[in-house]
């Protein structure tokens, strides 16, 4: 069965960093692009960054380039997303999804909360 | 970026109504489109991909269509279940883009 789940998420001051994690089981992870989207509270969906199956290929969202970085660790199965000089408005539920090999997103996690607030 | 408008934002309907759901993309993505269903507190669910293929468990009661600009989401008879937010997705280009929702109510 395939699972994904976040961790890492929680309240942190405008301007500060935070790491979130994706373990990832029940698939082959090395195989598969990931993705990061994030939810803010009463909104709709925003893609926010995509890395290949080996790294090669990495994207960002513009309302985040430059502050956030996604890496994966195919060794330990596991997505991360470094979210630097956080803002009030990168509060969200933040998901990792499984990228399909048509480049739909089939598997999503449960998602993680980042509060970004003093 | 490419925009994806859906519409309606919301409305009502009753079980066993035939519902559609339509997106719109602001330049053609071809069949690069998906359809997700989200329910409150819950991470989305991948319904179609490639604007008319039916994600594997999904019931066939659920059936997308279109191409280029213009898709549709249509539920042929709602159940209870169905009741939630629907988002469509272009992965034609990056950034990948989501329309706004459309909430399907019970009326």
């Known amino acids: 069965e395939v699972q994904l789940v976040e961790s890492g998420g929680g309240l942190v001051k405008p301007g500060g960093s935070l790491r979130l994690s994706c373990a990832a089981s029940?698939?082959?992870?090395?195989?598969?692009?990931m993705n990061w989207v994030r939810q803010a509270p009463g909104k709709g969906l925003e893609w926010v960054s995509s890395?290949?199956?080996?790294?090669?290929?990495?994207y960002y969202a513009d309302s985040v380039k430059g502050r956030f970085t996604i890496s994966r660790d195919n060794a330990k199965n596991s997505l991360y997303l470094q979210m630097n000089s956080l803002r009030a408005e990168d509060t969200a539920v933040y998901y990792c999804?499984?990228?399909?090999?048509?480049?739909?997103?089939?598997?999503w996690g449960q998602g993680t909360l980042v509060t970004v607030s003093s | 970026a490419i925009r994806m408008t859906q519409s309606p934002s919301s409305f009502s309907a009753s079980t066993g109504d035939r519902v559609t759901i339509t997106c719109r993309a602001s330049?053609?993505?071809?069949?690069?489109l998906a359809w997700y269903q989200q329910k409150p507190g819950k991470a989305p669910k991948l319904l179609i991909y490639?604007?008319?293929t039916l994600q594997s468990g999904v019931p066939s009661r659920f059936s997308g269509s279109g191409s280029g600009t213009d898709f549709t989401l249509t539920i042929s008879c709602l159940q209870s279940e169905d009741f939630a937010t629907y988002y469509c997705q272009q992965y034609y280009s990056y950034p990948r883009t989501f329309g706004g929702g459309t909430k399907v109510e019970i009326k």
């Open positions: 029940g698939f082959t992870f090395s195989s598969y692009s």
């Open positions: 490639a604007a008319s």
């Open positions: 999804a499984r990228e399909s090999v048509t480049q739909s997103f089939d598997y």
């Open positions: 330049q053609g993505i071809s069949s690069y």
């Open positions: 890395i290949s199956s080996s790294s090669s290929y990495i």
